[in-house]
């Protein structure tokens, strides 16, 4: 079977930028990789790695390019077929490229279809928008928590007699 993903850029513009693929649905998710570097003209010598994902898009288990793991246990591309960790049930990826410019890529099984005979796999079926020369910036934020105080731990400091030193040492 063919699997066919849309593969899109995590960018801070207004421009979709997305590449439509197939492949094979019993190759390696370093063929993944190395299609989608390709597609959207990266050299493909960055450390990367995918990571399994939910429907609201979490991040989940970490599939990587090459093992940096202390024990050795590190899960591989190379050692992953695409249909271990994809399927009609478990159909989003996340893929981050270049973990010094972090590009992000959100990757989504959209279709499985038969394999058409005389076609080339891995294979670019659609382009769609121009890859920017940089990274988009990344913006980490926490939850907004309306009812965290840090200064409420309800003690009278007017009240020294109340503090006991040895029971509130940090």
Not at 2 to 16: A, G
Not at 104 to 116: D, G, K, N, P, S
């Amino acid at each position: 079977m063919i699997y066919r993903f849309r593969v899109i850029l995590d960018n801070d513009t207004d421009e979709d930028v997305f590449r439509d693929l197939e492949i094979r649905e019993n190759d390696t998710l370093e063929d993944l990789h190395n299609i989608i570097t390709q597609s959207f003209g990266f050299d493909g010598s960055e450390m990367a790695s995918f990571y399994r994902s939910d429907d609201q898009w979490n991040q989940g288990e970490e599939i990587s390019l090459f093992d940096l793991s202390d024990d050795g246990s590190a899960r591989l591309m190379n050692e992953t077929a695409i249909n271990d960790v994809t399927f009609e049930m478990q159909t989003k990826l996340i893929y981050v490229y270049d973990f010094l410019s972090m590009w992000t890529f959100y990757v989504e099984l959209a279709e499985i279809v038969e394999e058409a005979e005389g076609s080339d796999y891995p294979n670019l079926m659609f382009v769609q928008g121009q890859v920017p020369d940089d990274a988009p910036d990344k913006v980490f934020k926490a939850e907004n928590d309306d009812d965290f105080n840090e200064f409420d731990d309800e003690l009278d400091l007017d009240d020294y007699e109340d503090l006991d030193f040895d029971e509130h040492w940090n």
